[in-house]
């Protein structure tokens, strides 16, 4: 979360540390509005920082493991955000079977999604996308070993900040975790829970401190 002149961004990670706890958020925001009476931060934890560590390393090894597949793999870069969104764009229309580090906005949310994995259509497939006759679906690393509603909410926002550029929602959402299982869900089944914990969230935030501007949902594909 952080706040350019009026205007708030938020991450898929804010919305679901809201899910956890709404002070939490508010406390994110309050440190915003007022960082000389906020809090000290805590110091780095060691533990943390290893877990993150390896948390890089089980991304790498699902990277690796689409290279191996004989996937045409490339990683997003870039000197901004605003660069890294339009060579995200720019990989998805080229049609790149997968994509790393995507970067994905529909303001006032944006982030960086681990991958995106092509799903080519087939010749009466029902899902429409603007790109061509492929879409993309949301995939995200995780350590855990087992589903928590913390990731498929995450997931969930990834997949809405997607539809936006390529014209419809991922019918699949999939977490890699940390034991080699990779679930995948129905978007379907969790999106209309998320649209209306995200709705909670915006609203919260544009009744809190004299109510900055936050930008609300807008398509970019036509």
């Known amino acids: 979360m952080y706040k350019q002149r009026v205007q708030l961004h938020f991450s898929p990670s804010d919305l679901t540390r809201y899910m956890e706890s709404p002070f939490a958020s508010w406390m994110d925001r309050f440190s915003i509005e007022y960082p000389d009476q906020s809090p000290e931060k805590d110091p780095v934890d060691a533990l943390m920082s290893s877990l ?6 089980h991304e790498d090894a699902l990277e690796a493991a689409f290279i191996e597949q004989g996937l045409n793999v490339v990683k997003i870069e870039g000197e901004s955000s605003d660069e890294r969104h ?9 049609g790149i079977d997968v994509i790393v580090q995507a970067r994905l906005e529909l303001p006032p949310f944006g982030g960086y999604a681990d991958f995106l994995v092509k799903v080519p259509h087939e010749d009466e497939s029902r899902i429409k996308s603007c790109l061509g006759n492929w879409h993309y679906e949301v995939w995200d690393t995780k350590l855990a070993s ?7 909410i995450q997931l969930c926002c990834y997949a809405q900040m997607l539809e936006a550029i390529q014209g419809c929602l991922p019918e699949f959402i999939t977490v890699a975790l940390g034991n080699g299982a990779n679930e995948r869900l129905r978007t379907s089944d969790y999106f209309y829970y998320y649209r209306t914990l995200k709705s909670s969230f915006i609203n ?3 009744n809190l401190y004299g109510s900055p501007r936050v930008l609300q949902d807008k398509s970019l594909c036509s």
């Open 52 to 57: 993150a560590e390896k948390g890089y390393e």
């Open 146 to 152: 087992k589903l928590k509603p913390t990731f498929i």
């Open 86 to 94: 339009t060579n995200t764009i720019a990989a998805m229309r080229q």
């Open 204 to 206: 919260d935030h544009s």
